[in-house]
């Protein structure tokens, strides 16, 4: 062999054993003892690390409870979102006039459904006044000579005679 790779077989074992020295001690374990040793009986005869991992055990589940109401709560929030969204568009949709039926509608809150009902009226009676207004006749022109008559005796009533100044 050269001895650049030699040097090179070194320094990647040299790598390896750096990155990875819990795998090599594992390894060593089973070639002393010959026989595998599991990680929970380490453990137990290993009280400080036994505890460790009792910790780091309650810590997930911990960490998983939080994360759990974290996503609940997310999932609360969108669906509030896209039942805001809902009513909105429905909202839009009986302004325009057109007739929903609102028991389809069930993820709706009732407060929700409340406030379309009542919308719903005011277009509904909104849409019946313009009908009724369209349907009324507009009167009858008046006269002129009425109004005229009536202008020249207010005239008569209020004129008032003027002084004449003297001619000297």
Known sequence: MNTAQVKQAIKKSVKTFADEPLEVLKAASVQ????PV?????TKSNPDTYQDL?????????????EGRTLQALE??????????????????IQTGEDIPLEVFAELSYE???????????VKIRNSQA???QLIEP?????????????SAQ????RVEKPVPPSG
Do not use: C, H
């Open 32 to 35: 002393v003892t010959g026989e």
């Open 38 to 42: 599991t990680d929970l009986e380490q």
């Open 54 to 66: 009792q910790k780091e055990e309650e810590y997930k589940k911990l960490k998983t409870e939080s």
């Open 76 to 93: 609360s929030e969108l669906k509030d979102i896209r039942r805001q969204k809902l009513f909105n568009d429905l909202l839009a949709r």
């Open 112 to 122: 929700q459904k409340d406030v379309l009902k009542v919308q719903i009226e005011a």
């Open 131 to 133: 009908v009724t207004a």
């Open 139 to 151: 009167g009858a022109k008046k006269g002129r000579r009425m109004q005229g008559q009536k202008q």
């Open 155 to 158: 005239k008569q009533t209020t």
